[in-house]
């Protein structure tokens, strides 16, 4: 903005001050910098509107919880519509292209920082310049008289990794559930708007005399005074003459279960809190149809019934190695094979069998080490989740299990080290203010039953203080464990690091 002269601002001068007169101007001067300040006070007016606009957008409205959210996030979604002329077989092209997308967890209540993201590793690296989705449909002309058009349709999409926590997959059910609740309403609405306005009715029969020849007279709709509506049949559902589903697309699953909660019925409610999934793998496997689908929901049932039963069929084994700690076991055997199958393949193919021996002692020695780290991280969380609940039921106050906690966000904030020395540096600094905080919190409880009651007070606040106090070195020593286990596992698989930054939020350190 433009500097206000100083004859504007001025005020009449009090105390004895002497007083400045107004520089002289001309007129033109004085509308010039009238005009610029008036122009200047709109933009600003314009972007604080703007401002003030676009807070509100994201602010929602009175009722909205935004704590309570999962964002859908798109990255260079491309759209491209062709129509052909009418001599030419094909009516129109779709291509819908989108190089990204993700759904990102931004619920209070879960630690999951992505829920679905495109999944790369060391073994299928991301291609930079590939899309994520690809969805293309050519429409044709079966039947140019009666203008009758099919469609040929084609999907690709890349592989995907799902972090799945439960309260996430509970805020889905609730929110399709409540979507699909409005969407039926708004059709019910609509039918019965449809049949108030078809109410008036499209034939009229007047009489002419009583008891001689009634007349009737045919009216169209066009002619009844004050219907104005035309009703047009519904358009039919599409037609899908092929459908293609290329190449086939891996994904990953991981599933965290927190507590069994009865309200979707007893057997759903048991598995959604006691199922622990770890690098569940499944395929969704390529399908081509020529046969004709009438609909879309014709066709995402044929697909989902191809795939379960193909994943019944098929993939139940590594089903099986997704469950609990069967991950680390599978690892554990992967590697036992791979030490006596190697050399073997190895010298099938060329004859070295050193290489070949090299090759099945180093996937031996990783996989071996990786499986025991995992089971041991299991063992140590177990051990932290029973020292937890111990602390919980011999002291006071809220739960140190509460996602809000102190004690949770530091943890949460020292976990997944990139290597040993980050994790070895985390666990000390996690030992050191653990101490120091029960350290504290002994102190201040005893100085506080002092004053009160004297040395007498102060021994028993500290007797009161005891049992927390032996429990809360267990939960630090899992903790600084768990973080010395990460650091290794991170040092021996790099994959497990990258996975942990994009899986998990990141807290702030503290």
């Given at each position: 903005?433009?500097?206000?002269?100083?004859?504007?601002?001025?005020?009449?001068?009090?105390?004895?001050?002497?007083?400045?007169?107004?520089?002289?101007?001309?007129?033109?001067?004085?509308?010039?910098?009238?005009?610029?300040?008036?122009?200047?006070?709109?933009?600003?007016?314009?972007?604080?509107?703007?401002?003030?606009?676009?807070?509100?957008?994201?602010?929602?409205?009175?009722?909205?919880?935004?704590?309570?959210?999962?964002?859908?996030?798109?990255?260079?979604?491309?759209?491209?519509?062709?129509?052909?002329?009418?001599?030419?077989?094909?009516?129109?092209?779709?291509?819908?292209?989108?190089?990204?997308?993700?759904?990102?967890?931004?619920?209070?209540?879960?630690?999951?920082?992505?829920?679905?993201?495109?999944?790369?590793?060391?073994?299928?690296?991301?291609?930079?310049?590939?899309?994520?989705?690809?969805?293309?449909?050519?429409?044709?002309?079966?039947?140019?008289?009666?203008?009758?058009?099919?469609?040929?349709?084609?999907?690709?999409?890349?592989?995907?990794?799902?972090?799945?926590?439960?309260?996430?997959?509970?805020?889905?059910?609730?929110?399709?559930?409540?979507?699909?609740?409005?969407?039926?309403?708004?059709?019910?609405?609509?039918?019965?708007?449809?049949?108030?306005?078809?109410?008036?009715?499209?034939?009229?029969?007047?009489?002419?005399?009583?008891?001689?020849?009634?007349?009737?007279?045919?009216?169209?709709?066009?002619?009844?005074?004050?219907?104005?509506?035309?009703?047009?049949?519904?358009?039919?559902?599409?037609?899908?003459?092929?459908?293609?589903?290329?190449?086939?697309?891996?994904?990953?699953?991981?599933?965290?279960?927190?507590?069994?909660?009865?309200?979707?019925?007893?057997?759903?409610?048991?598995?959604?809190?006691?199922?622990?999934?770890?690098?569940?793998?499944?395929?969704?496997?390529?399908?081509?149809?020529?046969?004709?689908?009438?609909?879309?929901?014709?066709?995402?049932?044929?697909?989902?019934?191809?795939?379960?039963?193909?994943?019944?069929?098929?993939?139940?084994?590594?089903?099986?190695?997704?469950?609990?700690?069967?991950?680390?076991?599978?690892?554990?055997?992967?590697?036992?094979?791979?030490?006596?199958?190697?050399?073997?393949?190895?010298?099938?193919?060329?004859?070295?069998?050193?290489?070949?021996?090299?090759?099945?002692?180093?996937?031996?020695?990783?996989?071996?080490?990786?499986?025991?780290?995992?089971?041991?991280?299991?063992?140590?969380?177990?051990?932290?989740?029973?020292?937890?609940?111990?602390?919980?039921?011999?002291?006071?106050?809220?739960?140190?299990?509460?996602?809000?906690?102190?004690?949770?966000?530091?943890?949460?904030?020292?976990?997944?080290?990139?290597?040993?020395?980050?994790?070895?540096?985390?666990?000390?600094?996690?030992?050191?203010?653990?101490?120091?905080?029960?350290?504290?919190?002994?102190?201040?409880?005893?100085?506080?039953?002092?004053?009160?009651?004297g040395a007498v007070g102060a021994v028993g606040g500290v007797l009161r203080q005891l049992p927390p106090t032996v429990v809360a070195p267990i939960i630090l020593a899992t903790a600084a464990t768990s973080n010395l286990i990460g650091g290794v596992r991170s040092q021996l698989a790099p994959d497990s690091r990258r996975e942990a930054t994009l899986k998990w939020k990141a807290s702030p350190k503290s």
């Amino acid at each position: 903005t433009k500097e206000t002269p100083s004859g504007l601002n001025k005020t009449p001068s009090d105390n004895g001050k002497a007083t400045r007169e107004l520089p002289k101007s001309s007129a033109s001067d004085n509308t010039y910098f009238l005009d610029g300040l008036g122009s200047t006070l709109q933009q600003n007016r314009k972007r604080q509107s703007r401002m003030d606009k676009s807070n509100w957008q994201l602010a929602g409205g009175p009722e909205r919880k935004h704590s309570v959210l999962m964002q859908l996030q798109f990255n260079k979604v491309r759209f491209q519509h062709e129509i052909y002329p009418d001599q030419a077989p094909q009516a129109s092209r779709e291509v819908l292209l989108i190089h990204e997308f993700e759904i990102r967890d931004r619920l209070s209540s879960s630690q999951i920082n992505k829920f679905l993201y495109q999944y790369s590793s060391e073994t299928s690296p991301r291609q930079s310049h590939a899309n994520m989705l690809v969805i293309k449909a050519v429409h044709l002309r079966s039947d140019t008289q009666r203008n009758i058009q099919e469609t040929c349709l084609k999907v690709s999409l890349l592989p995907l990794r799902l972090n799945i926590d439960q309260d996430s997959l509970q805020f889905l059910f609730t929110f399709f559930n409540q979507l699909s609740g409005l969407s039926i309403t708004s059709e019910e609405d609509l039918g019965s708007a449809l049949g108030t306005i078809h109410s008036t009715p499209v034939m009229g029969v007047t009489t002419s005399n009583i008891g001689s020849e009634s007349t009737e007279t045919a009216t169209s709709s066009s002619e009844v005074p004050g219907n104005h509506f035309q009703h047009t049949p519904r358009s039919s559902p599409l037609f899908i003459r092929n459908f293609i589903f290329s190449p086939e697309v891996p994904i990953r699953i991981d599933y965290e279960g927190k507590r069994v909660d009865l309200t979707h019925g007893p057997l759903a409610g048991l598995l959604m809190g006691l199922a622990q999934l770890n690098c569940l793998q499944i395929r969704l496997k390529r399908l081509s149809y020529k046969h004709g689908l009438l609909g879309l929901d014709r066709l995402i049932s044929y697909a989902l019934t191809e795939w379960v039963n193909d994943i019944k069929k098929t993939q139940f084994p590594s089903l099986i190695g997704g469950v609990g700690p069967m991950h680390a076991l599978v690892q554990l055997f992967q590697g036992i094979r791979d030490l006596f199958w190697l050399p073997i393949e190895q010298y099938q193919k060329d004859g070295r069998i050193v290489r070949g021996l090299q090759r099945g002692a180093n996937s031996f020695t990783t996989s071996t080490a990786i499986a025991a780290l995992e089971l041991t991280a299991r063992i140590v969380q177990a051990i932290q989740s029973i020292a937890e609940a111990a602390f919980d039921m011999v002291s006071p106050g809220p739960s140190v299990r509460r996602s809000h906690g102190s004690r949770c966000k530091k943890q949460h904030c020292y976990s997944h080290p990139s290597d040993i020395r980050e994790g070895v540096a985390n666990a000390y600094t996690l030992v050191k203010e653990g101490l120091g905080e029960t350290a504290e919190t002994l102190v201040r409880v005893a100085s506080a039953e002092a004053e009160q009651k004297g040395a007498v007070g102060a021994v028993g606040g500290v007797l009161r203080q005891l049992p927390p106090t032996v429990v809360a070195p267990i939960i630090l020593a899992t903790a600084a464990t768990s973080n010395l286990i990460g650091g290794v596992r991170s040092q021996l698989a790099p994959d497990s690091r990258r996975e942990a930054t994009l899986k998990w939020k990141a807290s702030p350190k503290s």
